[in-house]
């Protein structure tokens, strides 16, 4: 199982490397933000590991650099922890989700004992307590 602190320092170090790269093109975050289609507060964001970005960014991102496909590469493993742990947790679940479930023939058995007990008469309905006629006493008149 893909440990979450194992993403989070992925993160952190793909942003490390955007700033490295930013700072060695003599751009600040906000010289770089048009370049990238994002604002300077998501170049921040990204630099400290706090936000997720879409492939694009990254793309812009080794264009306005040059950063020799090593921003991409990094973020392409980052994509990648972040699938496995997506599959493992939908794994995991479904695992749960059939460990939960009843056996086939039982999770009909509830449903039909429901619908009898409604159909059938309760002990104190008239129809449980109606005489027959020819238990009634008669009296003379």
Not at 2 to 25: F, H, M, V
Not at 59 to 79: K, W
Not at 94 to 117: C, N, T
Request: aromatic residues 4%.
């Amino acid at each position: 199982m893909i440990d979450p602190s194992e993403i989070a320092a992925a993160r952190q170090a793909l942003g490390r490397l955007l700033a490295k790269y930013r700072k060695a093109a003599g751009l600040n975050q906000h010289q770089l933000a048009p370049h990238t289609h994002y604002g300077r507060s998501t170049i921040a964001n990204v630099e400290v590991g706090r936000q997720n970005v879409p492939r694009d960014f990254w793309e812009r991102c080794e264009q306005a650099l040059s950063a020799g496909g090593r921003l991409l590469a990094a973020s392409e493993r980052l994509d990648q922890l972040l699938r496995q742990q997506r599959e493992e947790t939908a794994r995991l679940a479904a695992v749960e989700q059939r460990a939960a479930a009843p056996a086939s023939g039982q999770r009909y058995l509830p449903g039909v004992i429901g619908r009898l007990s409604k159909a059938m008469p309760s002990p104190a309905s008239p129809a449980t307590t109606a005489r027959h006629p020819s238990s009634t006493t008669c009296t003379p008149g």
